[in-house]
């Protein structure tokens, strides 16, 4: 991909690289390759990693695969066959990067534990760390053209959100009303991530699968939705109710807007994550619920659905302008009736922007 912004990532990196006293960065098929390079090479059992120094970058690279990634690529390779194994061709890599004798080595987090261990055998001499203050830390911050692909990726969960909403009346299952949702995303070319349908006493269960209940009138219904379009997640929950809510619901669903609503006033840049869960959650609390609020305010999203930062009541990380996250607080009161309801923002330098467009009001289906 042409357009990927990798040399200006790259620099960003090795300026990180530079501050932190890290002189080599190892990453890993996966993720973070994604980010600053805009692919990776097949991932399997066979130790593949791109060391880069304030100086160089090389590939370790299983033979099989470096003809296919000639293209993708002009940094230089140390290719390995299955004959002769990864060792020799990982001292060259490193030799060529200048890091045989490096001091400290950042290890991708998502790395296998097997290329972890291989890579620290040959540095006897090296600490270790994750890439949370290097790479981690850029990747949390989004640019322009992250932005506008979560912002598309949101208006088709919107529209998908909106299909299953159509389509919910009493007597339907569960699973049938996913699917509706999965059949929006696909028709869209987008790979559905996760569909949750929780209705009455399920929605109590956060991650409820979808099964063969069927909705019933008095229902009040989770609906937790996301799928990758162009590479990028979608996550979205709202609430809808089969004729007249639950007994105590109506109470309930103005705590946890009351609680969204909090969290997003909480959410500055300069502040800190748990700052954001602590404004979620102590409404929550106030009012008497604070038991059933049983996971964190939120996460954040980008090339994946669930990354840092994390909206946690124990999370330092402090918010900057550009993150992306989910607020998503909920109350879940077993044997009755769950509610959760979850937008993903953008940081704004004056507060959240909201993706979705979709109001959070409950939504009563077939009165
Ligand atoms: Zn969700
Ligand atoms: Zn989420």
């Known amino acids: ?74 940094l230089p390779f140390h290719p390995w066959s299955d004959a002769d194994g990864p060792d020799a061709a990982l001292a060259a890599a490193l030799g060529a990067v200048g890091a045989a ?15 972890a261990l291989l890579l620290l055998d040959a540095l006897p001499g090296a600490r270790h760390s994750f890439t949370a203050p290097t790479l981690g830390a850029l990747r949390m911050v989004k640019d322009d053209a992250e932005i506008a692909a979560l912002r598309d990726s949101a ?3 919107d529209a998908a959100m909106q299909a299953l909403l159509a389509a919910a009346r009493p007597g339907i299952s569960e699973a049938a009303l996913a699917e509706v949702a999965r059949s929006h995303f696909i028709d869209a070319g987008a790979a559905p991530s996760f569909w949750i349908v ?44 089969v004729g007249t809510p639950p007994e105590g619901y109506a109470e309930v669903h103005a705590v946890a807007e009351a609680a969204v609503q909090a969290a997003m006033q909480a959410a500055r840049p300069g502040v800190r994550a748990r700052d954001v869960d602590a404004a979620a959650r102590g409404v929550i609390a106030d009012a008497g619920y604070g038991q059933y609020f049983v996971h964190r305010t939120g996460h954040g999203i980008g090339i994946e659905g669930h990354e840092p930062p994390w909206i946690t009541s124990t999370s330092d990380t402090v918010l900057e302008e550009g993150m992306t996250f989910s607020i998503e607080p909920g109350i879940y009161l077993p044997g009755r009736f769950g509610i959760r309801l979850e937008e993903i923002v953008v940081l704004r330098a004056d507060g959240p922007e909201v993706l979705s467009s979709l109001p959070r009001d409950l939504v009563v289906v077939d009165g």
Do not use: Y
């Not at 400290?104 to 998502?110: F, G, I, P, Q, R």
């Not at 979808?210 to 939705?225: F, M």
């Open 155 to 157: 208006a088709l969960a």
């Open 198 to 241: 929780g209705a009455g006493g399920n929605g109590a269960f956060p991650h409820h699968q979808a099964g063969q209940r069927l909705l019933e009138r008095g229902d009040a219904v989770v609906v937790d939705i996301g799928a990758v379009k162009d590479g990028f997640p979608s996550d979205i929950t709202r609430m809808f109710a």
């Open 101 to 115: 004798d490096a001091r400290h080595v950042a290890l991708d987090e998502a790395m296998r534990a097997d290329f």
């Open 1 to 74: 991909m042409t357009s990927h912004p990798t040399d200006r990532r790259m620099a960003a990196l090795r300026a990180r690289m530079k501050a932190t006293g890290t002189e080599l960065l190892a990453l890993s098929p996966g993720p973070h390759m994604d980010w600053l390079l805009g692919f990776h090479p097949h991932p399997d059992e066979r130790p593949c990693l791109l060391l880069i120094t304030d100086a160089a970058a090389a590939w370790l690279m299983p033979a099989l695969n470096a003809e296919g990634m000639r293209e993708k690529t002009d």
